[in-house]
Structure formats: C-alpha cells, structure tokens
C-alpha cells in the first residue's frame, strides 16, 4: 500500500497570508490527524477527522482549521499567517480512529513565514 | 503536567550496547502504546506499539509496559549509528499523545 502522502512538501509565505495544505492517507483508512512540530514545543495536536467529522481538537487558536473529505483526503488551513506558524505540519492516518488504532505520519510539509 | 514524559536526553551510547528509553504517561485509562523514531528532518516512523502489560519484542527492540506504574520504555539491544535518532513515546487514549522525544547518540 501506498503510504500517507501530503502536498505540498514545502511552502514559504509571508505575514497575512494563508495556507492550505493537503493529506491523502493510506488507502482505507479512514481517520486523518494533523500536528504540529517545532524544535521548542514538540509534536503539538491540531485536530483528528474520522469520516468527515471532527472529532478531537487540540489548543490551537481558530486561524487553524481543517476538513476531510468523503475519500478521507484532508485539509488543513491557517489564515493570518504568523511568523510563529514555521513549523513541519504532519499529517497521520489511522484505520478505525479507536483505542488501539495506530498512526503512520506522513512525509509533512515544511511551512516557512517570512 | 504533561501527559506524557520523556528525558529529552541526549542519551549516548556505544555501538554494539543496550539503549534503554523509558516514558512515562499520566492517562491510567490508556490502552495503547507507541514508540516512533524519527530522523532528523524526517517524520516519525512507527517501530513499536503494544497493548498488554509484559514485554513485546520485534528484532533487536523490546517495549515493555507497565500500566499499573504507568510507564513503558523501549530497550535497542545491538545499538548501531543508524539507530541515532529522536524517539518519541506516545499513547492513545481518545486521541493520541506524544512526548517530546529522547535523543539517542550511538557512536561508533
């Protein structure tokens, strides 16, 4: 099986701006989580999709927000870009989303703002 | 508190000697258990996961867990440089939670 593919691998906005970044998990799952890393605070939870709902959120402030799609396919958007948003997005796939599903993460995407 | 504790090192060791990676987690409703490796400039990669207390092994890693201390480590017999990397411990209870990692140096 393919593995968890994000787009796009590297992206470089400035201030103001916003950015959509894209998740295509592994063929038949169905649960889409995204994080965020940074040297200083680690992998951080943004939000968790399962079958087109969001069902966990992590403490983020509102400029981020996401959707999934009928063929799991992800989404990720933040406006208002700030310069503290550099960071790597990391997006994960899991089979049922329940309490003994695992997680493979995707290849990411690096975000710069200038 | 952190739901989920780690040394962030760095733990050196020589080639050839056992690593051992210990971490710690607050959840006592926790059922699953997740080491990931991750290079630098890489994503993490899934290595171990394990659900019952005991030990489980695959290859030269063994996690062990111990639910009633809440805490599980991860042990590397055979240490080599490809092993050098960032470890990251993490558990699923609702939704995943991951440490902020445990360098480890293996040098030759």
């Known amino acids: 099986k393919a593995g968890v593919t994000q787009t796009p691998r590297y992206l470089i906005k400035t201030r103001g701006q916003q950015v959509t970044l894209s998740c295509s998990p592994i063929?038949?799952?169905?649960?889409v989580s995204w994080y965020q890393q940074t040297p200083g605070q680690g992998l951080q939870f943004l939000f968790e999709?399962?079958?087109?709902?969001?069902?966990n959120k992590g403490n983020f402030p509102g400029r981020f927000s996401g959707r999934q799609f009928s063929n799991s396919r992800s989404e990720m958007n933040v406006s208002t870009l700030e310069l503290g948003d550099s960071a790597l997005y990391l997006c994960?796939?899991?089979?049922?989303?329940?309490?003994?599903?695992?997680?493979?993460f995707g290849p990411g995407t690096r975000l710069t703002v200038l | 508190q952190k739901e989920v504790e780690q040394n962030s090192g760095p733990l050196s060791v020589p080639e050839g000697a056992i690593a051992s990676l210990n971490c710690t987690y607050s959840d006592r409703g926790s059922q699953s258990f997740f080491w990931y490796r991750q290079y630098s400039g890489k994503s993490p990669e899934l290595i171990m996961f394990?659900?019952?207390?005991g030990d489980k092994e695959d290859g030269r890693f063994t996690a062990q867990l111990n639910k009633a201390s809440q805490y599980v480590s991860l042990l590397i017999r055979d240490s080599q440089p490809s092993d050098s990397a960032t470890y990251l411990c993490g558990y699923n209870f609702n939704k995943f939670y991951f440490g902020s990692g445990t360098k480890l140096n293996v040098k030759p």
């Open positions: 063929s038949g799952h169905r649960s």
């Open positions: 394990i659900y019952s207390n």
């Open positions: 999709y399962f079958s087109e709902t969001q069902r």
């Open positions: 994960a796939s899991g089979n049922s989303g329940g309490s003994t599903d695992t997680q493979y």
